[in-house]
């Protein structure tokens, strides 16, 4: 769109040009003509458009009125739309540069809201071929957005002359339109490679980077064409720059998955050496993002970053500090050697530069550094804009992370930050900083609370004061001092909007069940909150008084702080419970916990995403499940209790690709295979992934997938009855993919009249593990040792085992990873975190087996030459408990 | 001198008039070709494809420039032709006087424009073409008048012409009605 508009001005048509004055004239008084438009007055007025003759000059501002609309984001309806893509058609009589170019602007922005567009094809593919060139390229561009798959055949002879067209602009459109005709139809790419394969030898840079763009996506499913694209052109090397770099990342993406990969390595450290900054500056960045590269590779791209980070031009400084900045996360090391250049460009004049400068010294600095370039960034953190200022955050929080003894510096720095100006994305970048600081260091937590509640005194973001409410609720009531933090919080509760006030209500009763010496006053102030005039805030003070009146029994903390349920699953379960008898008690255990929102763990450099409530992964996958009659019938009632990663069934590159998840519910497995047929020759009927189930399984049904054509992603599945004996669920399935294959014409998909033939292919085994069957319970601040100690109260039986790790297993970290992995249970208490250098641990598990049955684990692992492990497992049920004790040995 | 004169002409109102005209008709039945021959020789195309849609065609006739919207007549389009009826001056309506099979398809179009509300009123001129008369055993125009019931047209002058769009047979006699139809209704009377 831009591309064309800045166009317009180069135009020699003296009436555009006196317009155009004009509307600088216009400018200068500081008044946009375009302010106040009204979509209907502007719909209204393009009916002009219908007028004989056409005023080419009227129309051209109606129309850019219209267009004008369109992109501050005017929404129109199909009627409106359809009936001002007509008017506009009527356009085509007028033979007016400025509004021709116009209209194809307007094609493209209602090609996907109006209906029957494709009436301007010939108007368009008249254009395209015609003798006025300034029309040729934009056309192109415009008939690629109307065209659809039935249309594709019409045009195409059209485009492939274009694609070798002699003018560059048109070759360049034609060959961009093609790629994003790939959406339309899957082989465009492949079925205009030889027209392609010709303006890759262009002379127009432009031309030759399209042209290679288009060869790629045309082979980019066939590895070994993609090779033999790259080692040609490797061997010539592509006059254009831009080809050159994309050589490069066509490169790295071999380099990743080819095995024997070294001369694409070669090739791209040979590009180090490159006439042309882009290509060296790309390669560069390639090897220092490249797993494989090695010391040497490192080194050579550090050394060029180096000497762009001393040019004087500010975008190369630019992108070689930023590029330094994020190696310096991964090598360290390699990144020292630049530290005199680096501190040259803390005082660059280039705020941004600055910035990653002084935040690449902090990752690589000694310790000794840090008070001084943290006094370098104070000096400026007031001009660079929010997008930096949370780069600076995440430095703080890498080394927090990296010299705990200096949180005290760095928490006061944050806490200044905080006092400043900012938006909500850099609000919430500190918050969150402060939270992880406490949370990886104790004597930090006093220090962090007292910040956030100095910052909520005056916090215009709802969604945070919220967030911090909550945290204070958590963690004050085990605080030195925990008296202190009422006041700021009931603050809030006089001050602030709805939202605010009800998580501080929650915030006080979380300190109140915590703190029985707070209890009365407490008291007080929820029963005044009974009175506020917001529903959520009255009904949450009434429910914690009627609660915390009623009994001083730490038993009630549950009540204050539920387990974080998911709610679709609640409600769903719910649901089901009104509509049976309702003789047993409802069994909360059942309902899966909300998604927890998975924090990057030690990924500093992860952006900070808003968080949104979402259905659980589970969730969604039960709505796709629901959709499939024959599943329905069988699992309508039930909650999907846990699904599996995805995991392939094939190696990659193979004819047909088979990926598996497990979708476990408390009685069924039902194996979900999404199936893809890579054979463009091939159409493929009757698709079923027949499963060896060894007599232990029952095979329930199978869902085949009608129809796969290729390049179509298809499902079919299989459902399994658990066998009774738990001991025996764990199991591996041999499995065979199964079709009936029709030869078909690749051009067209359409397959051959011939009957088609039954062919079958094997796949790898599927495995069914314990983890499969297990998932955590999602509630944060379980009291384990309490659940532990009264086990056997309620009916729990216990097993224990004492075991030797195996030689692969060295260190306590490994121990609890794959232990945590293997069982699928959840380490709570942040037992999971070992204190550095410590020869023992205790690491303490909770888990739902499917069917609701709770299980409790301790793990006493000790550290000589390998680990040791006592084992104790407490369930409901002694076959659970025996088969997590039985799949660990 | 020639600058001068456009200018005079200009002047007193002899410029050239600006009409247009809708094409419509099965697909196959010779549209463009028939477009491509008024249009001066130097500017007509030499293969001639099916249309997509609609292409706006124009060329000059006694002083009167026309824009002429040649529609596309297969079945998909035909029923976009009536975004195209507001404002126009003249139908040119052709048909394939050999396609004796979708003779009835034709009389249903025909029938359906002429009761379109943008039509049905208007006094507009529709000259019809018996295109390729040069093909054995085609319709006459007088066998045409009877399949597609013109002689019950009212309120509408209309012409019906037997015409070879390849060789030209019968065009200028049938461009000449129309144009002096379109001169008394909606030039002369303003
Ligand atoms: N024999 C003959 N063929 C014609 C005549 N007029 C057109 N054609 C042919 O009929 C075919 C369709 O013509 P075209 O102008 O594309 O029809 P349209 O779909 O109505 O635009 C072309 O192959 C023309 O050469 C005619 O008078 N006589
Ligand atoms: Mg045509």
Same mark, same amino acid.
């Given at each position: 769109?831009?591309?064309?508009?800045?166009?317009?001005?180069?135009?020699?048509?003296?009436?555009?040009?006196?317009?155009?004055?004009?509307?600088?004239?216009?400018?200068?008084?500081?008044?946009?003509?375009?302010?106040?438009?009204?979509?209907?007055?502007?719909?209204?007025?393009?009916?002009?458009?219908?007028?004989?003759?056409?005023?080419?000059?009227?129309?051209?501002?109606?129309?850019?009125?219209?267009?004008?609309?369109?992109?501050?984001?005017?929404?129109?309806?199909?009627?409106?739309?359809?009936?001002?893509?007509?008017?506009?058609?009527?356009l085509f009589q007028s033979r007016d540069v400025v509004l021709r170019r116009l209209v194809y602007l307007g094609i493209k922005e209602l090609s996907s809201i109006a209906e029957d567009v494709i009436i301007v094809t010939s108007s368009l593919t008249k254009d395209m071929t015609g003798k006025e060139d300034l029309y040729r390229a934009a056309a192109i561009r415009a008939l690629c957005t109307i065209t659809d798959g039935a249309m594709l055949a019409a045009i195409e002879r059209y485009m492939k002359q274009a694609i070798v067209d002699r003018s560059a602009a048109v070759s360049s459109a034609a060959l961009v339109s093609s790629l994003h005709l790939t959406t339309v139809s899957g082989d465009v790419a492949r079925r205009w490679a030889n027209e392609a394969q010709e303006a890759l030898n262009s002379d127009n840079v432009m031309v030759q980077y399209h042209a290679l763009g288009v060869l790629y996506q045309a082979r980019k499913s066939d590895k070994h064409a993609v090779i033999k694209l790259v080692a040609k052109l490797m061997r010539s090397s592509p006059k254009s720059s831009y080809a050159a770099c994309m050589l490069i990342r066509m490169a790295c993406k071999l380099v990743e998955e080819v095995d024997e990969g070294s001369e694409f390595l070669e090739f791209i450290e040979s590009c180090i050496r490159h006439k042309s900054e882009m290509v060296v500056y790309e390669a560069a960045h390639a090897l220092v993002n490249l797993g494989r590269s090695g010391t040497r590779e490192i080194a050579s791209a550090v050394s060029v970053l180096q000497l762009f980070s001393g040019s004087p031009k500010p975008t190369l400084r630019f992108a070689a500090v930023r590029t330094l900045n994020k190696v310096a996360m991964s090598h360290p090391a390699a990144v020292i050697a630049c530290n005199l250049d680096l501190e040259n460009l803390i005082t660059d004049s280039n705020r941004s530069i600055a910035t990653l400068a002084i935040t690449t010294l902090l990752k690589t600095g000694a310790e000794s550094s840090v008070d001084r370039l943290m006094k370098q960034i104070a000096t400026f953190v007031s001009e660079i804009s929010d997008e930096f200022k949370v780069v600076v955050v995440q430095?703080?929080?890498?080394?927090?992370?990296?010299?705990?003894?200096?949180?005290?510096?760095?928490?006061?720095?944050?806490?200044?930050?905080?006092r400043d100006e900012g938006g909500l994305e850099y609000k919430a970048a500190i918050v969150d900083t402060i939270i992880a600081v406490m949370e990886g260091n104790v004597e930090a937590k006093e220090a962090g609370l007292a910040h956030l509640c100095e910052f909520i005194e005056d916090c215009e973001h709802t969604s945070l004061a919220v967030r911090i409410l909550h945290l204070l609720g958590q963690e004050g009531p085990t605080s030195k001092q925990p008296s202190r933090y009422i006041r700021?919080?009931?603050?809030?509760?006089?001050? @602030?909007?709805?939202?605010?006030?009800?998580?501080?209500?929650?915030?006080?009763?979380?300190?109140?069940?915590?703190?029985?010496?707070?209890?009365?006053?407490?008291?007080?102030?929820?029963? =005044?909150?009974?009175?506020d005039f917001d529903d959520e805030v009255r009904d949450r003070a009434t429910y914690y008084c009627t609660i915390l009146q009623q009994n001083a029994d730490p038993a009630i903390l549950p009540l204050v702080q539920p387990p974080q349920l998911s709610i679709p699953s609640l409600e769903r379960a719910l649901r089901n419970y009104v509509r049976s008898p309702m003789d047993e008690e409802f069994d909360i255990s059942q309902i899966?916990? *909300?998604?927890?929102?998975?924090?990057?763990?030690?990924?500093?450099?992860?952006t900070v995403k808003p968080q949104q409530p979402r259905l659980t992964r589970e969730e969604n996958f039960m709505e796709k499940l629901l959709q499939v009659p024959e599943l329905s019938a069988i699992i309508h009632d039930s909650i999907l209790f846990k699904s599996s990663t995805v995991f392939e069934l094939t190696e990659s590159?193979?004819?047909?690709?088979?990926?598996c998840i497990k979708h476990c519910f408390s009685d069924y497995l039902i194996l979900q295979f999404d199936c893809l047929n890579t054979l463009s020759d091939q159409f493929l009927e009757d698709v079923r992934v027949t499963v060896?189930?060894?007599?232990?399984?029952?095979?329930?049904? @199978?869902?085949?997938?009608?129809?796969?054509?290729?390049?179509?992603? /298809?499902?079919?599945?299989?459902?399994?009855?658990?066998?009774?004996?738990?001991?025996?669920?764990?199991?591996?399935?041999?499995?065979?993919?199964?079709?009936?294959?029709?030869?078909?014409?690749?051009?067209? /998909?359409?397959?051959?009249?011939?009957?088609?033939?039954?062919? @079958?292919?094997?796949?790898?085994?599927?495995?069914?593990?314990?983890?499969?069957?297990? =998932?955590?319970?999602?509630?944060?601040?379980?009291?384990?040792?309490?659940?532990?100690?009264?086990?056997?109260t309620r009916g729990f039986v216990t097993t224990e085992q004492i075991f030797g790790l195996g030689a692969n297993v060295t260190t306590l970290e490994e121990a609890i990873q794959s232990l945590v992995m293997f069982l699928g249970l959840e380490p709570v208490e942040r037992s999971d975190r070992i204190k550095s250098g410590a020869r023992q641990h205790t690491l303490l598990l909770t888990g739902v087996f499917r069917g609701g049955k709770e299980v409790l684990a301790r793990a006493k692992l000790v550290l000589t030459n390998h680990v040791t492990m006592q084992f104790t497992v407490r369930s409901q049920d002694l076959e659970v408990a025996e088969l997590m004790i039985s799949s660990v040995g | 001198m020639m600058g001068l004169f456009d200018h005079l002409a200009n002047f007193v109102g002899l410029r050239k008039k600006q009409v247009n005209v809708l094409v419509v008709g099965l697909n196959n039945s010779g549209k463009s070709t028939v477009i491509n021959h008024f249009k001066n020789q130097n500017e007509r195309c030499t293969d001639i494809i099916p249309t997509i849609g609609f292409s706006v065609e124009k060329f000059a006739f006694k002083n009167i420039g026309f824009t002429a919207f040649d529609m596309s007549g297969q079945d998909r389009?035909?029923?976009?032709?009536?975004?195209?009826?507001?404002?126009?001056?003249?139908?040119?309506?052709?048909?394939?006087?050999?396609?004796?099979?979708?003779?009835?398809?034709?009389?249903?179009?025909?029938?359906?424009?002429?009761?379109?509300?943008?039509?049905?009123?208007?006094?507009?001129?529709?000259?019809?073409?018996?295109?390729?008369?040069?093909?054995?055993?085609?319709?006459?125009?007088?066998?045409?008048?009877?399949?597609?019931?013109?002689?019950?047209?009212?309120?509408?002058?209309?012409?019906?012409?037997?015409?070879?769009?390849?060789?030209?047979?019968?065009?200028?006699? *049938?461009?000449?009605?129309?144009?002096?139809?379109?001169?008394?209704?909606?030039?002369n009377r303003r």
């Open positions: 769109m831009s591309r064309d508009f800045h166009w317009l001005p180069n135009i020699p048509n003296i009436r555009k040009m006196n317009a155009f004055k004009r509307d600088k004239k216009e400018d200068e008084d500081g008044s946009n003509q375009f302010q106040n438009l009204e979509k209907t007055t502007v719909l209204q007025e393009a009916r002009t458009f219908n007028d004989t003759p056409v005023n080419p000059r009227k129309c051209a501002h109606i129309l850019t009125k219209i267009l004008y609309l369109l992109n501050q984001g005017e929404q129109l309806g199909t009627t409106e739309a359809t009936e001002t893509f007509f008017a506009m058609t009527k430095a703080i929080r890498a080394l927090c992370q990296k010299f705990p003894r200096k949180h005290a510096v760095l928490m006061n720095f944050l806490a200044a930050m905080l700021f919080i009931y603050n809030r509760v006089i001050l @602030e909007s709805a939202s605010v006030r009800a998580a501080a209500v929650t915030a006080l009763a979380h300190f109140a069940a915590a703190c029985p010496a707070l209890l009365p006053n407490i008291l007080v102030l929820l029963s =005044r909150c009974q009175l899966p916990p *909300a998604q927890a929102i998975e924090e990057p763990a030690q990924e500093v450099l992860a590159e193979t004819e047909y690709n088979v990926k060896d189930n060894q007599d232990i399984y029952t095979i329930v049904c @199978e869902v085949p997938c009608v129809r796969l054509p290729y390049n179509e992603l /298809g499902s079919t599945y299989t459902v399994l009855k658990f066998p009774e004996d738990i001991q025996s669920t764990i199991i591996t399935l041999p499995t065979t993919l199964r079709f009936i294959a029709h030869d078909c014409d690749p051009s067209t /998909g359409i397959p051959d009249a011939e009957q088609g033939y039954g062919d @079958e292919y094997t796949l790898e085994d599927l495995e069914i593990t314990v983890r499969d069957q297990v =998932r955590g319970t999602g509630s944060r601040n379980v009291d384990f040792s309490s659940s532990w100690e009264n086990a056997a | 389009y035909r029923s976009l032709w009536e975004h195209y009826y507001k404002g126009c001056h003249g139908i040119i309506f052709i048909v394939d006087s050999n396609d004796k099979l979708r003779i009835v398809v034709v009389k249903e179009e025909l029938d359906m424009l002429l009761q379109h509300p943008e039509i049905a009123g208007q006094k507009l001129p529709i000259l019809f073409l018996a295109n390729k008369i040069d093909l054995p055993n085609s319709l006459t125009t007088i066998n045409l008048v009877t399949c597609l019931g013109l002689d019950k047209i009212q309120n509408k002058p209309w012409h019906i012409q037997a015409t070879n769009a390849i060789t030209g047979d019968g065009l200028q006699t *049938a461009i000449e009605w129309l144009t002096d139809q379109i001169r008394d209704i909606h030039i």
